[in-house]
């Protein structure tokens, strides 16, 4: 694979930690070069200190950045985020190296200590940023994060949209910033919807006489792909069992808690989607991919289609024009929800990376904050068509119809936001056999009731394996 999507998935993702991890071989102490004593948090600063210059850049340092060049392209780059820097150091001198072999290149020079002060850590070929990090080789951003926001008031920090930071961590901090926001919900063609009267509904009465309306119009109402993308449907689960109980719950699977998987909001869930499956989920599906389903959705055969805003971009080949992405949350399940309908699960993605031993890395810094402000976002969105992590950096630009559906429910969501997943990367075993009884369940095989039962028994088997290292997530 050449390039990921602009708003890349998790299965995309995964399979560029996967090859990464083939390039990098085993993750020994040669492996990116000699460690140092201690981790890498703060840099000297080579210039003089301020407000403005809270790194304390030097004016005329030469500064590299390296910039995956995939679906986002690099003009966001050379157009907008390296003209900033420039126009704050008229004496620095900029080198810019786009690429889609980002370990394959960058790799060797960590090795030999001639490195980049930005990296884009992006693509098939992206490097393992936990190798890096146990090896000292990755700046600790929080610097980032505490300085003055730039052209705004606060922090960094402050600037951002909910679980930015914490979407970078390693090891309890943050080696790496998260630039891509990603929503997660149900998608539709809006001028579909218009079209036939339909609007999306609040909650699951409201929900299942929808799909009522949009069966009887000779559509499938509702589908996912079974065959290679039953993780979209557990996401829906557990989405709507977060909706019920709060975030908690997630960070309760992620922590392989005794007892999450089969309490009560969790079995509420799988029971109010394995009775959507029950009533209105082709069995076919089951046996379908990801892209072939997308496609019948396209062709105007599929109403509702749980996914990540990665999709507009990811269709955009099968998409007539007529087709209009929309989002809409998952529907509410009672009245006593702790979380409102219009919440949403939401990540962010794309990381950025400043090496440790980078000859400017006080620069790197520097250019990163000039990323996070709002006219670094706003120049971003304008050149990718992708929403970023600056809060409201998007409202008022020109957006695909995907992307504005996604800047609309994320502004409506506020701060109600439902954050990921993590077990799907740190448990694959588990990971693994929850898809198979994700598809269990939405296809008829068991009930709620037993999805939670085996579930958690997988849960308890990953936890009580000595062999398997455990993580843990706070927030």
Same mark, same amino acid.
């Given at each position: 694979?050449?390039?990921?999507?602009?708003?890349?998935?998790?299965?995309?993702?995964?399979?560029?930690?996967?090859?990464?991890?083939?390039?990098?071989?085993?993750?020994?102490?040669?492996?990116?070069?000699?460690?140092?004593?201690?981790?890498?948090?703060?840099?000297?600063?080579?210039?003089?200190?301020?407000?403005?210059?809270?790194?304390?850049?030097?004016? =005329? *340092?030469? #500064?590299?950045?390296?910039?995956?060049? !995939?679906?986002?392209?690099? %003009? &966001? @780059?050379?157009?907008?985020?390296?003209?900033?820097?420039?126009?704050?150091?008229?004496?620095?001198?900029?080198?810019?190296?786009?690429?889609?072999?980002?370990?394959?290149?960058?790799?060797?020079?960590?090795?030999?200590?001639?490195?980049?002060?930005?990296?884009?850590?992006?693509?098939?070929?992206?490097?393992?940023?936990?190798?890096?990090?146990?090896?000292?080789?990755?700046?600790?951003?929080?610097?980032?994060?505490?300085?003055?926001?730039?052209?705004?008031?606060?922090?960094?920090?402050?600037?951002?949209?909910?679980?930015?930071?914490?979407?970078?961590?390693?090891?309890?901090?943050?080696?790496?910033?998260?630039?891509?926001?990603?929503?997660?919900?149900?998608?539709?063609?809006?001028?579909?919807?218009?079209?036939?009267?339909?609007?999306?509904?609040?909650?699951?009465?409201?929900? =299942? *006489?929808? #799909?009522?309306?949009?069966?009887?119009? !000779?559509?499938?109402?509702? %589908? &996912? @792909?079974?065959?290679?993308?039953?993780?979209?449907?557990?996401?829906?689960?557990?989405?709507?069992?977060?909706?019920?109980?709060?975030?908690?719950?997630?960070?309760?699977?992620?922590?392989?808690?005794?007892?999450?998987?089969?309490?009560?909001?969790?079995?509420?869930?799988?029971?109010?989607?394995?009775?959507?499956?029950?009533?209105?989920?082709?069995?076919?599906?089951?046996?379908?991919?990801?892209?072939?389903?997308?496609?019948?959705?396209?062709?105007?055969?599929?109403?509702?289609?749980?996914?990540?805003?990665?999709?507009?971009?990811?269709?955009?080949?099968?998409?007539?024009?007529?087709?209009?992405?929309?989002?809409?949350?998952?529907?509410?399940?009672?009245?006593?929800?702790?979380?409102?309908?219009?919440?949403?699960?939401?990540?962010?993605?794309?990381?950025?990376?400043?090496?440790?031993?980078?000859?400017?890395?006080?620069?790197?810094?520097?250019?990163?904050?000039?990323?996070?402000?709002?006219?670094?976002?706003?120049?971003?969105?304008?050149?990718?068509?992708?929403?970023?992590?600056?809060?409201?950096?998007?409202?008022?630009?020109?957006?695909?119809?995907?992307?504005?559906?996604?800047?609309?429910?994320?502004?409506?969501?506020?701060?109600?936001?439902?954050?990921?997943?993590?077990?799907?990367?740190?448990?694959?075993?588990?990971?693994?056999?929850?898809?198979?009884?994700?598809?269990?369940?939405?296809?008829?095989?068991?009930?709620?009731?037993?999805?939670?039962?085996?579930?958690?028994?997988?849960?308890?088997?990953?936890?009580?394996?000595?062999?398997?290292?455990?993580?843990?997530?706070?927030?």
């Amino acid at each position: 694979m050449s390039a990921l999507p602009q708003n890349p998935s998790r299965r995309t993702m995964l399979k560029g930690l996967g090859m990464a991890a083939l390039a990098a071989g085993p993750l020994s102490a040669c492996a990116f070069g000699s460690s140092d004593s201690g981790t890498p948090s703060t840099t000297a600063p080579a210039g003089p200190v301020s407000a403005e210059n809270p790194f304390g850049v030097k004016a =005329d *340092a030469p #500064l590299e950045v390296v910039i995956f060049k !995939g679906g986002l392209g690099d %003009a &966001y @780059a050379t157009d907008v985020h390296e003209p900033m820097y420039k126009k704050a150091f008229p004496q620095a001198t900029i080198k810019h190296v786009p690429t889609q072999q980002i370990a394959q290149t960058q790799q060797p020079r960590f090795a030999g200590g001639d490195l980049p002060d930005v990296i884009a850590n992006s693509g098939s070929d992206l490097m393992d940023a936990g190798a890096l990090q146990s090896e000292n080789q990755l700046l600790d951003l929080s610097q980032l994060f505490d300085a003055p926001a730039l052209g705004g008031s606060g922090k960094v920090r402050d600037t951002l949209m909910p679980g930015t930071i914490e979407a970078g961590l390693i090891a309890g901090k943050p080696f790496q910033m998260k630039y891509i926001y990603t929503a997660y919900g149900l998608w539709y063609d809006s001028a579909l919807f218009a079209k036939n009267n339909w609007t999306p509904a609040t909650t699951f009465e409201e929900f =299942d *006489a929808l #799909l009522g309306k949009i069966k009887a119009a !000779g559509l499938q109402p509702f %589908a &996912y @792909a079974g065959k290679n993308a039953s993780y979209y449907m557990y996401w829906m689960i557990a989405i709507t069992a977060a909706k019920i109980a709060g975030n908690q719950v997630l960070i309760d699977m992620d922590n392989l808690k005794d007892g999450v998987w089969t309490s009560d909001p969790v079995r509420q869930s799988a029971e109010k989607w394995a009775a959507i499956g029950k009533k209105y989920l082709d069995p076919s599906f089951e046996g379908l991919t990801h892209t072939e389903v997308q496609t019948s959705q396209n062709q105007g055969h599929v109403g509702f289609y749980p996914s990540g805003s990665w999709l507009e971009n990811e269709q955009k080949e099968q998409t007539p024009a007529t087709f209009q992405y929309a989002l809409t949350a998952t529907p509410s399940v009672s009245s006593s929800d702790k979380l409102p309908f219009g919440a949403l699960r939401a990540a962010a993605g794309e990381a950025y990376i400043v090496p440790s031993k980078a000859k400017n890395t006080a620069g790197g810094l520097e250019y990163l904050r000039m990323m996070l402000s709002k006219d670094g976002a706003r120049g971003f969105t304008e050149k990718t068509g992708n929403i970023t992590v600056v809060k409201g950096a998007a409202d008022g630009l020109p957006l695909s119809p995907g992307n504005k559906s996604t800047n609309d429910a994320l502004n409506k969501a506020g701060s109600n936001i439902i954050t990921y997943n993590l077990f799907e990367d740190w448990y694959k075993e588990f990971e693994t056999e929850l898809r198979s009884k994700t598809n269990a369940l939405m296809f008829g095989r068991i009930n709620a009731e037993q999805f939670c039962k085996d579930v958690q028994a997988k849960a308890d088997a990953v936890r009580n394996d000595s062999s398997v290292t455990k993580q843990n997530r706070t927030s």
